[in-house]
């Protein structure tokens, strides 16, 4: 009877461990999956426009040795180039003061010696819609007091409209490029797996004189750009398009 259940006891164990031993084989067969092959592409795509506004960045500077005459001086000129911007039909909305700043100066600034004056600096931010009057206002300005052009930026109010439009022409260019790839090597492409949108960064330039301003890192996909500006007949300005550019980047399966 003893010898009996000594050997059932052994049967057991050794089944035990046979079934033991043949688990992690099992574990392992259904946890390893097999990757996907994958194709990944970048597309890219740009919409031109013909701008239907303009920025324009200008800079007023005075100085004198006394500041309440500089700032005096740089305070009639400023009130005189916004005036005349709405003589222009131009919105109180759409002039904006954008940078201000003060500064004594020195002829020698590391030891504040031989004081020169108190500069006052203030940048004007004018958005015109009517760009035939681009240039007539733009001289108006100077005349007025303006001692700087920072920058002249033309630009379109359906930026959105043109950047959706970019960023599906870019999608499909990614894709006939994953199809043409794909089948130089005899594949064929699946369903997309990732579809990433690449983004850009923005530089303020308009007002990089007397203060800078850095977007990098904002998600807007698109860069606007002026395009050529050739002249025209009897000296007008032809502003020509803009470039709103988008990319992606995207993978795909490969099925053979």
Avoid: C
Wanted: charged content about 25%; cysteine-free.
């Amino acid at each position: 009877m003893q010898s009996r259940f000594i050997s059932v006891f052994l049967l057991t164990l050794i089944a035990i461990l046979m079934l033991t031993a043949h688990l992690p084989g099992q574990v392992g067969a259904q946890t390893v999956s097999e990757e996907p092959r994958l194709i990944t592409v970048s597309g890219a795509a740009e919409v031109r426009v013909v701008p239907d506004e303009v920025l324009i960045t200008l800079g007023v500077e005075t100085w004198d040795e006394d500041l309440d005459r500089a700032k005096r001086d740089n305070d009639r000129r400023v009130q005189q180039i916004v005036a005349l911007a709405k003589s222009y039909g131009v919105s109180e909305q759409h002039i904006q003061t954008d940078h201000i700043s003060i500064e004594p100066r020195y002829r020698n600034d590391y030891e504040n010696r031989d004081f020169i004056g108190y500069f006052v600096r203030k940048t004007i931010v004018i958005t015109l819609r009517d760009l035939s009057r681009f240039e007539d206002l733009l001289a108006g300005v100077l005349q007025a007091g303006v001692t700087h052009v920072h920058g002249i930026q033309f630009r379109t109010t359906e930026l959105r409209k043109y950047r959706d439009e970019a960023r599906a022409l870019a999608i499909r260019a990614a894709r006939e490029k994953a199809v043409a790839l794909a089948g130089e090597l005899g594949q064929e492409i699946g369903q997309p797996r990732t579809i990433r949108e690449d983004q850009a960064g923005w530089w303020s330039w308009y007002n990089s004189w007397w203060g800078a301003r850095w977007g990098g890192g904002m998600t807007q996909n698109v860069i606007q750009e002026a395009g050529g500006v050739p002249m025209g007949e009897d000296g007008a300005l032809a502003p020509g398009q803009i470039t709103v550019n988008a990319r992606v980047t995207a993978s795909f399966e490969l099925l053979n």
